[in-house]
C-alpha cells in the first residue's frame, strides 16, 4: 500500500460501506476518502511519488483493494475565468431548457 510521507490536517470520511455485486457473488465494501486543504506528497511505488488533493481508497475485502488519486494541478487565473465562464454558459442553458429562466 502506498504511504503518505507529510502529515497534513487530513479530512477522512467513509463515503459508503455496503455491499456489491460481481458475478452473482456480493461481497462487502468500503469507500474512504482522505482529503485535505493543501496537496501533498504520495508515495504511489517505492520511489515515485505524486502531488495529490485527494485519496479514495475501496476496501472490497478479500476481493483487495484500490486506491484512486486526484492529482493536484495549478490552474492560471486565466483557466480559472475561462471555467467560469463555461459553467456559467452550461448553467443558463440548462435552466432555458427546463423553462426556469
Request: net charge neutral.
Amino acid at each position: 500500500m502506498a504511504e503518505i510521507t507529510k502529515t497534513v490536517e487530513t479530512i477522512m470520511e467513509t463515503v459508503r460501506a455496503g455491499k456489491n455485486g460481481c458475478r452473482s457473488k456480493t461481497y462487502p465494501v468500503t469507500i474512504t476518502r482522505l482529503r485535505s486543504p493543501e496537496p501533498w506528497q504520495y508515495e504511489v511505488e517505492p520511489g515515485q511519488w505524486k502531488l495529490v488533493d485527494a485519496v479514495t481508497i475501496f476496501d472490497a475485502g478479500s476481493q483487495g483493494t484500490s486506491v484512486v488519486l486526484t492529482e493536484h494541478r495549478d490552474f492560471t487565473e486565466e483557466q480559472r475565468r475561462a471555467g467560469r465562464k463555461q459553467i456559467e454558459e452550461v448553467l443558463c442553458r440548462c435552466m432555458t431548457e427546463q423553462g426556469l429562466w
